[in-house]
């Protein structure tokens, strides 16, 4: 029972974060920096554990998506068990700890995976409360829009089916 509803908090927590990253495009000049540096057609893959939900998502140029699979990302991540997911995802551990702590494997470009890092953390920061946040950010980011906006969109986009 534990490890199934660790498994749905963590499949709801990547769509969330992807979710997240196509609005924040929109809302923060900082994100949409970032997403605008990538090439088209730059991949991300983010394991959670073997049998556990990923994300795989794509960027065209201009928005990023979501695929069901991606046969060789250019960028992965693959974290090594659903507990330490569980955690990452929740708010308990930052990404550098959990690099710090040999949570996850990469694969690909150091480049690009710090890029990903740096979007993970800056919307992390929109959707965890500061209290939360400055556990495992050293800096918090300087946000451009509140985070209820951003939770006001997401819900719309969540039930129009936008993700």
Same mark, same amino acid.
């Given at each position: 029972m534990k490890r199934a509803l660790q498994r749905w908090v963590v499949g709801a927590a990547l769509r969330l974060v992807h979710a997240a990253l196509v609005e924040l495009q929109e809302l923060d000049p900082y994100i949409a920096n970032e997403l605008a540096r990538l090439p088209a057609g730059m991949s991300y893959a983010i394991h959670t554990g /073997? +049998?556990? =939900?990923s994300l795989y998502v794509q960027w065209d140029g201009e928005r990023l998506h979501r695929l069901p699979g991606l046969d060789s990302p250019r960028?992965?991540? #693959? !974290?090594? &068990? @659903? =507990?330490l997911s569980f955690r990452l995802f929740t708010g308990q551990m930052g990404l550098a700890q959990g690099y &710090? %702590? /040999? *949570? $996850?494997t990469m694969a690909g470009?150091? &480049?690009d995976v710090m890029r990903l890092a740096r979007l993970v953390n800056h919307t992390e920061a929109y959707l965890f409360p500061p209290f939360i946040t400055r #556990? $495992?950010?050293? *800096? !918090? =980011? %300087? @946000?451009a829009s509140g985070p209820l906006r951003l939770y006001a969109r997401l819900l719309r +986009? @969540?039930?129009t089916a936008r993700y």
């Open positions: /073997h +049998g556990c =939900p960028c992965e991540l #693959r !974290m090594k &068990a @659903l =507990p &710090a %702590q /040999h *949570v $996850f470009e150091v &480049a #556990r $495992f950010l050293s *800096v !918090m =980011p %300087q @946000l +986009g @969540l039930i």
